[in-house]
Nanobody, 118 residues
């Protein structure tokens, strides 16, 4: 089992910044991918950004140039720096970690609310 604990959500005005953190603990295996998904009211959960243990990153088109992900391997923690926030970024942000191959796993955090006011 892997546990994910998120922090850093809140309320910010449009154009502002927030930083989210996600700390993983438990039976963490390498290589793996850690990242963030988000779910706005009435919408499906969508991919936002991810980073592998090797440092490879993927971004949703909607956040390119505004969001950055980084990883502290020693602390099994990832950070999501969100700049130039827009009202459409309002959502619950969920941390995720997953592995492909053997053994496979896929875990989620409890979610943290990000609200961007116009």
């Amino acid at each position: 089992q892997v546990q994910l604990v998120e922090s850093g959500g809140g309320l910010v005005q449009a154009g502002g910044s927030l930083r989210l953190s996600c700390a993983a603990s438990g039976s963490i295996l390498s290589p793996n991918r850690m990242g963030w998904y988000r779910q706005a009211p009435g919408k499906q959960r969508e991919f936002v950004i991810s980073i592998t243990t090797g440092g490879d990153t993927n971004y949703a088109d909607s956040v390119k140039g505004r969001f950055t992900i980084s990883r502290d391997g020693a602390r099994n923690t990832v950070y999501l720096q969100m700049n130039s926030l827009k009202p459409e970024d309002t959502a619950v942000y969920y941390c995720n970690t997953n592995r492909v191959g053997t053994p496979w796993y896929n875990y989620w955090g409890q979610g943290t609310q990000v609200t961007v006011s116009s």
